[in-house]
């Protein structure tokens, strides 16, 4: 069975990748040409901060650094610093994206051992609170007090930012897991859709049931639970486990309550037979969310800055809670803008920070799905008018507003080093394909995200 669903899945292959190169010729189209191209700006060299002088005064130029996501991003930012360079004639902005995850904060852990960080940069929340203990970012608490009220954060942005009392950058917007589905294989089971009411959402034996309900020779159920990156703390709180101890300096995987949760994912593959393990993803040379566009997966534990994606592509796709193990929930996280504390240019580096902190800004970004809003303000029913599309966020999204919005702070952006989450993800990773023992896992997981808070915090 599982080499047919291979073989199906090729067979779709070339209509994924002419997808692709549709979509790469769209983004192409929006990229500001005052700004470059985002591969023009990801081989570019960076160099330190230089101030130019012309007719109109002095120009200084801010070094801004952040990762490619997707094209789709990338094209957002440089549409909004061309709007940022309009209205600040004097400050111009070199924009170099990289490479996401742990190749990003090694970048950024080196730039700053040897004084050379950009003046902006996005910082992941995973690593913020690292960065701030080395002493390479820039202090705001006084410049933000003056133009933000804290008040208005949501819950868990709010404690992201803050450091004892104090605030090294400003957060971008908030991101959650989800659980997606394909409408049109749902209606071609005769299944009936997840509720997106959180009051009325799937258990996690529920999601089991239907997952193996939609599974065929040519469907799989579902996909996500083992990308367990961005979406495992919430089943694990779900499950009332917990990954940090209560000042975030100790690794607390080892319980029965997480084992319950790795467990269960694994048997999502290997007992019901309803999901793919990544190699298959990989022979067929398509991403998760092409998988469900497609209709080879029929539902997808994704984040929910998927969207963008999943909406640009017209399919049928819905939206619900995360199965629960008890408490219904998710977590909320995204990356910071911060300043570099070795910036010649604090004044214009925060005023960059503050526009892309602002509400125009973001709401935009949250217009197109890729991130939602951060703000307790931009909740209410007369600014949801405002950024809400029906043909981005469909007709369950609205129901979930409040589950976003009281989203439980994500603890890997509360922790020291961010090793950790790349050392959950390597030793699960084994413990999925039976390379190791569970009880050798959560073992492992602790040991070693140990140490490494101990490092960053020497």
């Known amino acids: 069975m599982k080499l047919k669903k291979v073989l199906a899945v090729c067979l779709v292959i070339i209509m994924a990748a002419v997808t692709i190169v549709g979509c790469s010729k769209d983004n192409s189209k929006t990229t500001n040409s005052d700004s470059g191209t985002a591969a023009e700006k990801a081989t570019a060299e960076q160099t330190p901060s230089e101030t130019k002088s012309d007719n109109s005064g002095e120009v200084v130029t801010l070094n801004f650094m952040g990762w490619e996501a997707s094209p789709l991003e990338t094209a957002a930012v440089e549409d909004g610093i061309a709007i940022f360079e309009k209205a600040h004639p004097n400050i111009k902005v070199n924009y170099t994206p990289g490479l996401a995850g742990s190749e990003y904060n090694a970048k950024l852990l080196a730039s700053a051992a040897s004084n050379s960080m950009p003046d902006v940069m996005f910082m992941m929340a995973n690593a913020y609170r690292q960065f701030v203990s080395k002493g390479a970012l820039l202090e705001v608490t006084d410049k933000f007090n003056g133009e933000f009220p804290l008040d208005d954060f949501i819950d868990s942005s ?216 951060n703000r307790k303000s931009m909740y209410e029913a007369d600014m949801v008018a405002k950024w809400y599309k029906d043909d981005v966020h469909g007709d369950s999204y609205k129901n979930m507003l409040n589950y976003f919005k009281d989203a439980v702070v994500d603890p890997a952006a509360l922790q020291y080093s961010s090793k950790c989450s790349d050392i959950i993800s390597e030793e699960t990773k084994l413990y999925f394909t039976d390379a190791q023992d569970i009880d050798t896992t959560l073992q492992n997981i602790d040991k070693r995200s140990n140490e490494a808070i101990a490092e960053a915090l020497e």
Not at 170 to 176: Q, R
Not at 300 to 324: H, T
Request: proline share 4%.
């Open 158 to 373: 709010k404690t992201i930012m803050s450091i004892d009392g104090k605030v090294y950058g400003v957060s971008s917007c908030t991101v959650s897991p989800i659980l997606y589905y394909n409408k049109d294989v749902f209606d071609t089971a005769g299944v009936e859709y997840p509720n997106s009411d959180p009051a009325n959402s799937w258990t996690m034996d529920e999601f089991r049931e239907v997952a193996k309900k939609l599974s065929t020779d040519d469907i799989y159920g579902c996909y996500g639970l083992e990308t367990v990156a961005d979406t495992l703390a919430a089943q694990i709180i779900s499950n009332g486990g917990a990954r940090y101890s209560a000042d975030y300096k100790t690794s607390t995987m080892n319980t029965p309550e997480v084992k319950k949760v790795l467990e269960t994912i694994k048997a999502v593959r290997v007992e019901d037979g309803s999901a793919p393990d990544a190699t298959t993803l990989d022979s067929v040379g398509m991403k998760a969310v092409q998988m469900l566009e497609t209709g080879k997966v029929a539902m997808l534990i994704d984040g929910s800055w998927a969207l963008q994606e999943l909406a640009a592509s017209g399919m049928n796709v819905g939206m619900a809670p995360l199965p629960s193990y008890g408490k219904v929930l998710t977590t909320g996280q995204a990356h910071l803008h911060c300043i570099s504390a070795g910036t010649k240019y604090p004044e214009q580096a925060w005023e960059f920070v503050k526009f892309l902190s602002s509400l125009d800004y973001q709401g935009a970004l949250v217009s197109s799905g890729l991130w939602m809003p």
